[in-house]
């Protein structure tokens, strides 16, 4: 395992169409984030989970915005009736606990046309 | 609500020239964060401060923390071109760690040669 991994890396769709991205955390982290990144723009905390329990939503993430991690491994972020507002790249995070470092994914770029 | 702000928001330089980066955050914390953006990948960990007065190197980076002062630095030394990129700081909004990071505004950085 090296480091976090998220799938789709790019994804273009149109919208109001559903879209749901993946994120495989480093093994032994019990912590997963997501954020959202716009162009020029820091990342912006959308929700975290510890192991299966999502313990913190950003008023950012909207009903259209729901986010799962089972059994408490990989996480997926749904977006519904996607909107051009939410174009952005799309980040995942682990770390072991929330004294340590996140460590971040490569991302996934969505484009809403 | 946590504000966290990073300048200068550009900085151009040249090669061999020194310079600073402040964040300067507006609620107490003693655990910041460095980051490097490169264009259109993700966030790479430079530097974990996790107290008052705590200063690391790498390199030609050196950060450093003031609780205190509510203020961190990130300083270059005899700066290269490999050292363009986008740098964040970003901040637990907590005195005790929490669980999301608060990232600042980003400073793109460019050494020219």
């Known amino acids: 395992d090296t480091g976090v991994s998220q799938d789709p890396r790019h994804k273009i769709t149109k919208r109001g169409q559903n879209v749901t991205f993946r994120c495989d955390p480093i093994?032994?982290?019990?912590?997963l984030y997501w954020y959202r990144q716009t162009l020029g723009q820091g990342p912006e905390f959308l929700t975290y989970f510890q192991n299966e329990a999502q313990l913190e939503k950003s008023r950012l993430l909207s009903d259209r915005f729901s986010a799962e991690r089972p059994k408490g491994s990989f996480s997926t972020l749904e977006i519904q009736r996607t909107e051009q507002g939410d174009s952005a790249m799309y980040l995942c995070?682990?770390?072991?606990?929330?004294?340590?470092?996140?460590?971040f994914g490569p991302g996934t770029r969505l484009t809403v046309l | 609500e946590l504000k966290v702000e990073q300048n200068p928001l550009f900085l151009s330089m040249q090669e061999g020239k020194n310079y600073t980066i402040y964040c300067n955050y507006s609620?107490?914390?003693?655990?910041l964060y460095w980051y490097r953006q490169d264009p259109g990948k993700s966030l790479e960990s430079l530097f974990v401060?996790?107290?008052?007065?705590a200063v690391k190197q790498e390199g030609r980076l050196m950060a450093s923390l003031d609780t205190k002062a509510r203020l961190s630095t990130l300083h270059i030394t005899a700066a290269v071109h490999d050292l363009s990129a986008t740098y964040f700081c970003?901040?637990?909004?907590?005195?005790?760690?929490?669980?999301?990071?608060?990232f600042g505004t980003g400073t793109r950085l460019k050494v020219l040669a």
């Open positions: 401060l996790l107290s008052n007065g």
């Open positions: 609620t107490t914390s003693d655990r």
């Open positions: 995070a682990s770390s072991l606990s929330n004294y340590n470092e996140q460590f």
């Open positions: 970003a901040v637990d909004p907590g005195t005790s760690g929490t669980y999301k990071y608060i």
């Open positions: 093994s032994e982290h019990n912590r």
